[in-house]
């Protein structure tokens, strides 16, 4: 069977090839497609809203030419943490539309589900949010802009422990990425005489947090670590944790700037204030590119505010029309991975790299607490561990 | 430690009490009509959103909305029974599920449509999001008003059943259908209105469940596998029956996650599988 296939693939490949240039020799040689898959449909479309406003937002501000070529975005909706749904779209994407890029990936799985695809296909691939650290390991070409739970993880753990906060409880999304979190944060924290008091893990879909966190209060820490994904499952755990009144029993809240993302912060009302987070984006951040940035994103989106996953699409844009103009508009997937390794993107967020060995992104991480500025819930900035690793690789 | 498992009971009554609700009216299709009615949790759904609409565009408050949504979703229910489900009462089982999960389906695109599909926010008043001690335990006060709301609705249920021309004529059909339209009862409007109660109870439910269960257009199909242990644990037809099996599946999932986090939800499987080996007719069931 595997014979017959490797005698007939560069025969295929041939046909397609002379197919393709038959077809439309026009749009092959003066675009270049980005398959781009996101959540759009289900509890986690605001994350795919977010990525692809975010895109669009770059590709409007800085015209979408680049070497000669077009830049065409090829959206797909993974419709949710669906790893059956991404691989079967990203293989459609890559025979069918032909794309030189696979982009977006706001949830883990699906980034994994569609690596295998990547490497067989020789497509660069670039993550624009999906956060567990393991994620870049699974293929050559994988690039990512966005962060890794590890990298956000450790500054709050080391923050806490140097703040006279010695008793913590984590809370976190059964998933890689809360995982991750979990076990980032236990060893950075123990490592400078913090004690992890309790750990608990609840589901990734619709947990009912109360009873949870009554078992938090009842262990009476100093404080609560916590890692769920962006979006409702944060707003749930927030409205939980002030109605039963951990807040009030002197219960401090510490987090990844996952649990206090601008998409919801406003919703969440006085819960969310003075929360303390460690992150690599807030739409408070101060920087000319920030403020270009919030510009462009609102000439797409309208009011709604744009969090770290709009900047992951912003910033994966970026990269694919730098990679595009270093290689004159001719995209080879290892020399596009080779362009990548070690490439400084000026982000809204502040300055990233592209890590040449892992080829994950290093960036600063900021600490932040949520203050209310001119009647709005934003998480301002005070501190900052300056170009972080992932930790997760060393 | 005792206080820890006064709250746990507490928390899980009230749990156990909002399936209650919105699972009688499905308990009463079932052993009424002998229909099986899966779209029961779509009522539910309407009567959540109905809430949120009434406050939101309204400014009607919280409390006002729930007479409303009864009154509203049971009218529904009547018009979709007369529209719609008439027409399967005499039909298998297996035609009965294909088209109330088309319905349900149908009901849940519609949503995600006009609401898209995140979470609905409730704006409840300010006084329930605090917690008060009651004998040494902190206590959530909107958890005792849910539990306040289900122990009046139950008794004035008790009260319509056990008491009133209807409740006879109601409990007389569901033990025998044959013999009570032979002996001049109007079993078709009986069921008529029977279905109108229970969707009502099932979309104030769905309206008081927003706080604590949450509310977005997959409501009614994420519940339904709890709808569906709390009638199929119960028995169906009785009210005794539901009530007891919905509280222990509260006290069991709520406790489950508090003493035994890695478990997760489990734990309330287990009690279903359990209890059903036990009484395989329901805790109350008459049928064989």
Known sequence: MSSIKRRLSPLALAAVASLSALGSPAAAEDSIKVGVLVELSGPFAPFGRQITNGMKAYLAANGDHVAGKKLELVVRDTTGAAPDVARRLAQELVTRDKVQFLAGFGLTPNAMAVAPVATEAKVPMVIMNAASSVITTKSPYILRVSFTLPQVTAPIAEWAAKNNIKSVYTLVSDYGPGLDAEATFKKVFTAHGGQVVGSLRVPLKNPEFSPFIQRIKDAKPQAVFIFTPAGETAVAFMKAFSDRGLDKAGIKLIATGDITDDDVIDAMGDAALNVITTHHYSAAHRSAENDAFKKAYAQVAGA??????????????????????????????????????????????????????????????????????????????????????????? | MIAAFVGVAFDGIAYGGLLFLISLGLSVTLGLMNFINLAHGTFAMMGGFLCVELIRRAGVPFLATLPLVFLVVGLAGVVLERLLYRRLYRRGHLDQVLFTIGLMLMAQAAAARIW???????????????????????????????????????????????????????????????????SGINVELLFSITFAVGSGLAGLGGALAIDVLGLDPTFGFKYLVYFLIVVGVGGVGSLRGPLLAALVLGMVDIGGKYYLPRAGSFAVYAAMVALLALFPAGLYGRRA
């Not at chain 1, 000026?346 to 290093?362: A, K, Y």
Request: aromatic letters at 6%; hydrophobic letters at 40%.
């Open chain 1, 304 to 394: 709604a505010r744009p969090n770290f996953m709009a900047v992951g699409g912003w910033d994966g844009m970026q990269l694919i029309a730098e990679i595009t103009r270093k290689l004159g508009g001719r995209i080879d997937a290892d020399k596009a991975i080779a362009a990548g390794k070690g490439l400084t993107i000026r982000s809204p967020r502040g300055p990233i790299t592209i890590d040449p060995t892992t080829r994950d992104v290093v960036q600063d991480v900021y600490v932040r607490k949520v203050q209310r500025i001119d009647g709005k819930n934003y998480n301002v900035e005070f501190d900052k561990f300056a170009q972080v690793k992932d930790p997760g690789k060393s």
């Open chain 2, 116 to 182: 898209g599909p995140s979470q609905q926010p409730v704006t409840l008043p300010p006084a329930f999001h605090h917690q008060i001690s009651l004998l040494g335990v902190d206590v959530g006060v909107y958890r005792l008003f849910l539990i306040g709301c289900v122990a009046a609705v139950t008794t004035a249920l008790g009260l319509l059943l056990g008491r009133t021309r209807f409740g006879t004529q109601l409990r007389a059909a569901v033990d025998h259908r044959q013999a009570a339209a032979g």
